[in-house]
């Protein structure tokens, strides 16, 4: 029979207002059956009496009789004729819940590939899923015209019918391929067409192929100093040997790049956000970008280019891609649309040399499979209306305008604390710290108070660097920019006087 504290425990369990949603006798099952399984109820253990275990649950016999008749289906009672219901003496039970935790912290009990040990070393890509100030890269997505959008996926869907329910090409459907080519080609400089074009969910999905396509563990890629650190946490989960190449105001140091004849092993490729590098905002030299281009072709290696978020270039007009000044066809050109209209959409994209297509298309299917065939239709017409390239000139101005009154909110309340480094492009300004407060934990105690920070430390492969923070701006009203530096202000005062205490 139950012990007191089983009937308490089953009572709890149907009373919890998390499980509200199931019927009665569901909750009773399942009570029970936890009881069960945490080995509380040991095999052969004899059960109320429904009409006992009814009244003490105050519940109809009905109810209690249809947990019992689903538990023994399951496997997990017996009910003899004249003797009683029983824990089923055939049931597999689960240790109980905290032998279960016990054993997992004095147990070697998981065991992971080098490459899954990296991958959960490193932490993984944590996404801003609420937009707090001042986390980096999120765009403003309450101007987004949305009626438009519906009104375009509404066609589609007429227009296609049920068919549009099944698989898309893993390449992409032909139509968005198509207007990606046209857009990376007029706005770009690039030179792409539909068939070199492989439509993804990301452009973290795209960095994860190119670093497990083109490269074994091992093979040395050149990095910037500092990177972008979704690149980076792709490349070491693949084992690859990333080797920093320092930057200054015109990008990467190309004199850095090593020619194969060069006593070290040769880089079999090198990453680059040349548009607006993540996270310093140079723009790479075209002098570099023509020097990276002959060593590729030279050393027979790849350049992966990323070009993020080159749709908001605030000074001038931005230069045109290394992929359209590469005659070669040594690099894989890498966009997204998660920045220039909505993380939500889920579509980057890759523009490749021909001889990579089918590779990184049959790769592709190891991964996802396919992108949905609904948004890829809805983006392509949203592109060929002229609506994408109608966003991305009313954000540029509203970016704009948000950068400069961050930097003004900055030198007003955080000059002290702050330097902020003004870029001519982008969703993110770098501001470096001037005072002695350590950069981590102004990170975390900022995250505690509601504000986001990406720290700069963690992007630097060199130790001659300024602390500091990457701080987003896209996203937010100059209202709730002021709330949120004013709140910065507070915490970084905070560390200051409790840094004092200590010296």
Not at 26 to 47: F, M, N, S, V
Not at 205 to 226: F, K, M, S
Not at 383 to 406: K, S
């Amino acid at each position: 029979m139950f012990k007191h504290a089983q009937l308490e425990s089953v009572k709890a369990w149907i009373a919890d207002p998390a499980h509200n949603a199931l019927p009665l006798h569901a909750r009773i099952r399942r009570a029970i059956r936890q009881l069960i399984l945490d080995g509380a109820l040991e095999a052969g253990r004899p059960l109320p009496a429904s009409r006992l275990l009814a009244r003490s649950l105050g519940v109809s016999r009905g109810t209690v009789e249809e947990a019992y008749s689903q538990l023994q289906t399951e496997g997990f009672i017996e009910r003899r004729v004249g003797s009683g219901t029983f824990v089923s003496a055939q049931i597999q039970r689960r240790p109980g819940r905290q032998r279960t935790q016990q054993a997992a912290v004095h147990s070697p009990l998981l065991r992971l590939s080098r490459r899954g040990c990296a991958m959960l070393e490193g932490g993984g890509l944590r996404d801003f899923v609420a937009p707090r100030a001042f986390a980096p890269g999120v765009p403003e997505t309450r101007n987004f015209p949305l009626h438009t959008w519906e009104r375009l996926q509404r066609q589609v869907i007429k227009e296609y019918g049920t068919s549009i329910l099944l698989h898309s090409p893993p390449q992409g459907m032909e139509a968005l391929r198509q207007a990606i080519a046209d857009y990376v080609n007029l706005e770009r400089g690039a030179h792409a067409s539909a068939d070199r074009v492989l439509v993804l969910t990301s452009s973290q999905q795209a960095l994860t192929l190119c670093a497990n396509v083109l490269l074994d563990a091992g093979d040395r890629i050149y990095i910037e100093d500092p990177v972008y650190h979704g690149a980076r946490k792709a490349f070491d989960a693949a084992g690859l040997t990333c080797i920093p190449v320092p930057l200054d105001a015109e990008g990467m140091r190309t004199e850095y790049l090593k020619p194969a004849a060069s006593a070290e092993a040769p880089a079999l490729a090198v990453f680059l956000t040349p548009s607006h590098q993540f996270p310093t905002g140079t723009t790479l030299a075209l002098e570099r970008r023509l020097s990276i281009i002959d060593w590729a072709q030279r050393e027979q290696a790849w350049i992966i280019e990323d070009d993020y978020d080159s749709e908001f270039h605030y000074v001038g007009k931005p230069t045109a891609c290394v992929q359209g000044l590469d005659p070669h066809e040594r690099t894989i050109y890498i966009g997204t649309f998660s920045k220039s209209l909505f993380p939500g959409l889920r579509i980057g994209y890759m523009v490749l040399p021909p001889q990579l297509v089918a590779p990184m298309s049959v790769a592709r299917t190891l991964l996802d499979g396919h992108s949905a065939p609904i948004p890829q239709l809805t983006l392509a017409r949203f592109i060929d209306g002229g609506h994408f390239g109608a966003h991305v000139r009313t954000m540029r101005a509203v970016y704009a305008e948000r950068r400069d009154v961050l930097a003004r909110l900055v030198r007003e309340h955080l000059g002290s604390f702050l330097e902020p480094r003004i870029p001519d492009g982008g969703m993110q300004m770098p501001c470096l710290l001037t005072q002695d407060i350590p950069e981590a934990e102004a990170v975390a105690t900022a995250r505690r108070a509601g504000i986001d920070l990406l720290g700069l430390t963690a992007l630097h492969a060199s130790a001659q660097h300024q602390a500091g923070f990457l701080t987003g701006f896209a996203a937010h009203t100059p209202g709730e920019m002021e709330i949120a530096v004013k709140k910065l202000a507070s915490v970084l005062r905070a560390l200051e006087r409790k840094g004092g205490e200590w010296r």
